[in-house]
């Protein structure tokens, strides 16, 4: 990457939301219906790889569908296809068509969607510090299950 790191996230500068400590306690005490949670239906749009991987790679600005290909290598063109129509549905991503032939088609993120990729760099810095410890717990786990 162009910051010199491995992540597409690089170095993001951005906070995490500062929820209170308890603002999940409510959710799961007889209190939660999942048809109307406020963070469910965010969340169920954005919590897969494909997705913030494909955040991150238009944190530089526009990008071509064949930029943002080469920045996630292991995205299939279909994966990648279906990702960026709901990234736009959802208002995190712009599409814009250029008339040429062949046709030019750029993808950027809209004010929202760099609202959240700020907020995933902390997770993403978590992931990085923490991937070797989960590594490892994965590695005990699979030797105590065999």
Known sequence: MEDGTNS?????????????????????????DPEICPVRH??????????????????????RFSQIKRLVPDVSQRMLAQTLRKLERDGYVIREVTPSIPPRVDYELTDMGRSLVKQLAPLARWADEHRSAVGRARAEYDNRND
């Open 8 to 32: 597409p996230l690089g170095s993001l500068e951005g906070t995490a939301v500062a929820w209170p400590d308890d603002y999940f306690d409510g959710l799961y005490q007889g209190e939660y």
């Open 42 to 63: 965010v969340l169920k749009g954005i919590a897969d790889k494909w997705t913030i991987l494909i955040l991150a790679a238009l944190k530089a600005g526009r990008q």
